[in-house]
């Protein structure tokens, strides 16, 4: 990777705090990072915090950490984060504007964690690129800055732009990189010290709750999507579940092809295979076992239309996540 052009050197990652911003996604890249220091005994990666000035700055919880120093010229980072949190428009003053994007045209690769992902829209840095954005600012950014592609995932790599949706998903972006940069293995060595049951990767997304992304108007599809996710064993048919919700089946359609873009056979599908995926990453059920329990009558239907999905096959799924033919550890959740 054309960020390790110093293989004796440690990788130098500069993190930018904006006020208020999210101070669990900033302690979990850096986690990472150190983790990977120790279990690998090298020095593989460095990091530094800045501000604008060089002031410390408060996150959204009240805290303040020491600031190596104010970003400029002089800083040696090697890649980029701006830290966001709450209330981050008000963060994105001139300052910080032109500060990112003086590093930008230093040629150095940007990151967001949480809500920074708005800071670089707003200094132009994210044009014609995808990237991720916690889920309730996922409206805003889409309506404010229309010509960038903002996506629904945990965390977004599009070239030299890495973003991430906040909360823990700053572990699975960092946890990506050092494989990247260092290979599965110790990716999986630390994520193993973190306790966490699996790497995600950027096919994983966001669980945004449907009644905030369509808003109260929209009671007859966040119902429908309510029944679908409580009867993936034995799906319900169309006609049932739109008697269900008090319309017709061709008003169904109607409803989702307005505000989900798709029909309501297509979100159940999809529905039902996502959760065959966290059973296929997370547990060590068989594949047809997986298949009958999200509604599928048969492996290869099950399959072919995993396929048509994600680009793998369950059993490729399976062997990609390191998890075949081993039992797994209970599941634990991040905290």
Same mark, same amino acid.
């Given at each position: 990777?054309?960020?390790?052009?110093?293989?004796?050197?440690?990788?130098?990652?500069?993190?930018?705090?904006?006020?208020?911003?999210?101070?669990?996604?900033?302690?979990?890249?850096?986690? &990472?990072?150190?983790?990977?220091?120790?279990? %690998?005994?090298?020095?593989?990666?460095?990091?530094?915090?800045?501000?604008?000035?060089?002031?410390?700055?408060?996150?959204? @919880?009240? *805290?303040?950490?020491?600031? @190596?120093? /104010?970003?400029?010229?002089?800083?040696?980072? /090697?890649?980029?984060?701006?830290?966001?949190?709450?209330?981050?428009?008000?963060?994105?003053?001139?300052?910080?504007?032109?500060?990112? +994007?003086?590093?930008? /045209?230093?040629?150095?690769?940007?990151?967001?964690?949480?809500?920074?992902?708005?800071?670089?829209?707003?200094?132009?840095?994210?044009?014609?690129?995808?990237?991720?954005?916690?889920?309730?600012?996922?409206?805003?950014?889409?309506? =404010?800055?229309?010509?960038?592609?903002?996506?629904?995932?945990?965390?977004?790599?599009?070239?030299?732009?890495?973003?991430?949706?906040?909360?823990?998903?700053?572990?699975?972006?960092?946890?990506?990189?050092?494989?990247?940069?260092?290979?599965?293995?110790?990716?999986?060595?630390?994520?193993?010290?973190?306790?966490?049951?699996?790497? +995600? @990767?950027?096919?994983?997304?966001?669980?945004?709750?449907?009644?905030?992304?369509?808003?109260? %108007?929209?009671?007859?599809?966040?119902?429908?999507?309510?029944?679908?996710?409580?009867?993936?064993?034995?799906?319900? %048919?169309?006609?049932?579940?739109?008697?269900?919700?008090?319309?017709?089946?061709?008003? *169904?359609?109607?409803?989702?092809? /307005?505000?989900? @873009?798709?029909?309501?056979?297509?979100?159940?599908?999809?529905?039902?295979?996502? +959760?065959?995926?966290?059973?296929?990453?997370?547990?060590?059920?068989?594949?047809?076992?997986?298949? =009958?329990?999200?509604?599928?009558?048969?492996?290869?239907?099950?399959?072919?239309?995993?396929?048509? *999905?994600?680009?793998?096959?369950?059993?490729?799924?399976? +062997?990609?996540?390191?998890?075949?033919?081993?039992?797994?550890?209970?599941? &634990?959740?991040?905290?």
């Amino acid at each position: 990777m054309a960020l390790l052009d110093a293989p004796n050197q440690p990788l130098h990652v500069g993190f930018l705090l904006l006020p208020r911003y999210t101070l669990m996604s900033l302690s979990c890249a850096v986690s &990472v990072l150190r983790m990977a220091n120790r279990l %690998s005994e090298q020095p593989l990666y460095s990091w530094s915090l800045h501000s604008v000035d060089g002031e410390p700055v408060e996150s959204s @919880d009240g *805290l303040r950490l020491a600031i @190596d120093g /104010k970003l400029d010229e002089t800083v040696r980072a /090697k890649m980029l984060f701006a830290c966001g949190g709450i209330e981050v428009e008000k963060a994105c003053d001139s300052e910080v504007l032109h500060v990112l +994007r003086a590093v930008a /045209k230093r040629g150095i690769p940007l990151g967001a964690l949480c809500t920074g992902s708005y800071a670089l829209a707003a200094a132009g840095l994210l044009n014609g690129r995808r990237c991720a954005i916690h889920w309730e600012n996922i409206v805003s950014l889409r309506e =404010t800055f229309p010509q960038v592609l903002v996506q629904p995932s945990l965390f977004v790599i599009d070239r030299n732009r890495y973003t991430c949706s906040g909360g823990i998903s700053s572990l699975d972006l960092m946890l990506n990189l050092v494989e990247a940069h260092h290979g599965r293995r110790l990716a999986r060595d630390i994520s193993e010290q973190f306790i966490c049951e699996r790497i +995600r @990767d950027q096919q994983d997304s966001q669980r945004i709750p449907l009644h905030h992304y369509l808003g109260a %108007s929209q009671p007859r599809v966040v119902e429908a999507v309510a029944l679908m996710e409580s009867n993936v064993e034995e799906p319900l %048919s169309m006609e049932d579940l739109a008697a269900y919700v008090g319309v017709s089946r061709r008003q *169904l359609e109607r409803l989702f092809h /307005k505000h989900l @873009d798709c029909t309501p056979s297509r979100h159940y599908l999809e529905l039902r295979l996502q +959760r065959a995926r966290l059973l296929l990453l997370q547990t060590d059920m068989p594949v047809i076992d997986i298949a =009958t329990s999200c509604g599928f009558s048969s492996a290869p239907h099950f399959s072919k239309c995993y396929q048509e *999905l994600f680009g793998r096959s369950p059993r490729e799924e399976r +062997r990609q996540s390191g998890l075949h033919g081993r039992p797994l550890e209970p599941v &634990v959740v991040r905290g």
